[in-house]
């Protein structure tokens, strides 16, 4: 079956950048998107369709792709951001796939 | 504000079959911009996509789960149904609603999330 891999952890400083990639084989075909999820909480859409950003989404969320692999950056990171961070995308049949997720610290 | 609520047993005995049911307030589920679907996520693990359908009832079930699970829509009640039958101790999870605008398995709009426990 078809799977996105995502790194455990990133641990970064406030203020600094985190990024946390997601790899999969069919993401040049389909979008791929990124949750946020805090403890207790439902995931909440930080970005879409590989690079757009919901409304009420601080500018310091980011999103790319490059082939096979796409990107969540986190500029500047602040106290707030710490939480488990999930991708997902579709494999080539249209069903949806999640990334194992990655836990955010900020140290 | 588009709101989402989960409802449904808390409880369910193996074997038997998971029924829940999302409210969807402050939005109209016949929207032909969007689809509706359901996500669950086993207690300390990750993030499993079940299944999602349009207004017209249009399916979209995860190979994995598609001999069991059933997913409806009632315009009329505004709201849309998921069945899980024959379940186990792994179906274990809390069960979250959403809707999602563009890709079918997406979720833009999450509900609050409903725990269901597998016991006998």
């Known amino acids: 079956s078809y799977e996105l891999t995502q790194p455990p952890s990133v641990s970064v400083s406030p203020g600094q950048t985190a990024r946390i990639t997601c790899s999969g084989d069919?993401?040049?075909?389909?979008?791929a998107y990124w949750y946020q999820q805090k403890p207790g909480q439902a995931p909440v859409l930080v970005i879409y369709?590989?690079?757009e950003r919901p409304s009420g989404i601080p500018e310091r969320f980011s999103g790319s792709s490059s082939g096979t692999t796409v990107t969540l950056t986190i500029s500047g990171v602040q106290a707030e951001d710490e939480a488990d961070y999930y991708c997902q995308s579709a494999d080539s049949s249209g069903t949806g796939v999640f990334g194992g997720g990655t836990k955010l610290t900020v140290l | 504000q588009l709101q989402l609520q989960e409802s449904g047993p808390g409880l369910v005995k193996p074997s038997e079959t998971l029924s829940l049911t999302c409210t969807v307030s402050?939005?109209?589920?016949?929207?032909?911009?969007?689809?509706w679907g359901w996500i669950r996520q086993p207690p300390g693990k990750g993030l499993e996509w079940i299944g999602s359908i349009y207004y017209s009832g249009s399916t979209y079930y995860n190979p994995s789960l598609k001999s069991r699970v059933t997913i409806s829509v009632d315009t009329s009640k505004n709201q849309f149904s998921l069945k899980l039958s024959s379940v186990t101790a792994a179906d274990t999870a809390v069960y979250y609603c959403?809707?999602?605008?563009?890709?079918?398995?997406?979720?833009?709009?999450w509900g609050q999330g409903t725990l269901v426990t597998v016991s006998s």
């Open positions: 402050g939005g109209s589920i016949s929207s032909s911009s969007y689809y």
């Open positions: 069919a993401l040049p075909k389909q979008y």
């Open positions: 369709k590989d690079s």
């Open positions: 959403a809707r999602a605008v563009y890709d079918f398995w997406s979720g833009h709009y």
